[in-house]
């Protein structure tokens, strides 16, 4: 296992090459690599810093008895925002052990309106891939897109999409309108990781935004002021180290740092229509994409980054002892701490 505090990052690419077999004799569907984030990498342009501005308040997970407690307990102790998220190193660490680094995501579908007696929300789960922690883009070296300087680390799992699937609506209401924002989001979440061979499980609760191309704009002002607290300066990267670090510049490297196929993913016909439909102008499955400024496809793509408030750890490696920790981040968005209890399992 990693050191608790080293400073790394995790990669995940199901896209690249398929390794040999693995030490354990497994062949890798999903190559992940613990590696140190690249210093001041390839950029181009600048952006507008993160806003401050006030944000539309996202909706919370619901609250549970513990939570309410910890949260009058900080109120009345006002905590500074903690040096690192307990958990992380020892999550990241187990992810990086992982034969594929994916796990289940599982977001609110708003019922059909019309039907009286159905729930207004019903649970949709799915496999995604983790794609790294916001702002610790993996180094895949066939990225052609220019890289954000190695700037912050977060605790901000992310994963790649497609505006037009139901998560990002379930996330973000307006993202499918087509004039809508392409940014927003904060809907509730839950990421469930089964990381095998530490035989431990892991349970991400919090809330999801989305990232699409408008996010240096005014309009997505509330997503960067909703994600910019979490972002911590690593140390020893002084103020513009490197240049400057850009929003947009990460989701365009997020995009680069698919494979041409799976870039060509977001010209597919719409997913969830019906085959008999013809889809539109240059889309169609099996496409390669080279640029990484492919307006098609770049209109589709989007990164949605998590922002955990609890995590529920399940330990059954010692199959006499199960053990489990409840993480619970208690306070606002700029100022709050971790608070850690082992439970029954
Ligand atoms: C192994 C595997 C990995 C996947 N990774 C992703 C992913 O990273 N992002 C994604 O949007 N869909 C991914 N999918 C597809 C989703 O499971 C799902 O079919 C798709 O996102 C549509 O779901 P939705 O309409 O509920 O959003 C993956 C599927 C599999 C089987």
């Known amino acids: 296992m990693a050191a608790e505090n080293e400073d790394c990052v995790i990669s995940a690419f199901p896209e690249l090459p398929r390794p040999a077999a693995s030490q354990s004799g497994k062949v890798d569907d999903f190559q992940v690599q613990l590696r140190r984030h690249p210093s001041a990498a390839r950029q181009r342009g600048s952006t507008s810093p993160p806003s401050t501005a006030a944000s539309r308040l996202p909706p919370q997970t619901p609250r549970t008895p513990m ?46 309106p019309s039907s009286a ?50 998560k990002a609506p379930e996330l973000l209401e307006t993202a499918s309108a087509p004039d809508g924002p392409q940014s927003g989001g904060g809907g509730p979440v839950e990421g469930v990781f089964w990381a095998a061979e530490a035989k431990t499980q892991w349970r991400l609760r919090g809330r999801a935004y989305v990232i699409g191309p408008d996010i240096d704009s005014p309009v997505a002002a509330p997503v960067r002021a909703a994600l910019a607290p979490y972002m911590r300066r690593r140390t020893g990267a002084a103020a513009g180290a490197g240049g400057s670090w850009s929003w947009s510049r990460e989701l365009t490297a997020h995009f680069g740092n698919l494979r041409p196929l799976m870039r060509g993913t977001f010209r597919n016909p719409p997913p969830g229509t019906p085959l008999s439909q013809r889809p539109g102008q240059g889309l169609g499955l099996g496409q390669t994409v080279d640029d990484v400024e492919d307006e098609v496809s770049r209109r589709n793509f989007r990164v949605v980054v998590m922002v955990p408030e609890e995590v529920d750890r399940v330990d059954l490696s010692d199959p006499e002892r199960g053990r489990r920790w409840n993480y619970t981040f208690v306070g606002t968005d700029n100022e709050g701490e971790w608070t850690v209890a082992e439970l029954w399992p």
């Open 67 to 112: 939570r309410r407690v910890l949260e009058h307990l900080h109120r009345t102790m006002r905590i500074p925002m903690p040096a690192d998220a307990p958990w992380r190193a020892t999550f990241l660490s187990h992810v990086q052990q992982m034969d594929s680094p994916t796990f289940v995501l599982s977001t609110l579908h708003a019922s059909d």
């Open 117 to 166: 007696s159905a729930p207004r929300f019903v649970p949709r789960a799915r496999t995604v891939v983790f794609r790294g922690m916001w702002a610790s883009l993996p180094v895949n070296p066939k990225n052609p897109a220019p890289l954000n300087p190695d700037t912050y680390q977060t605790h901000l799992p992310t994963i790649t999409t497609d505006a037009r699937m139901d």
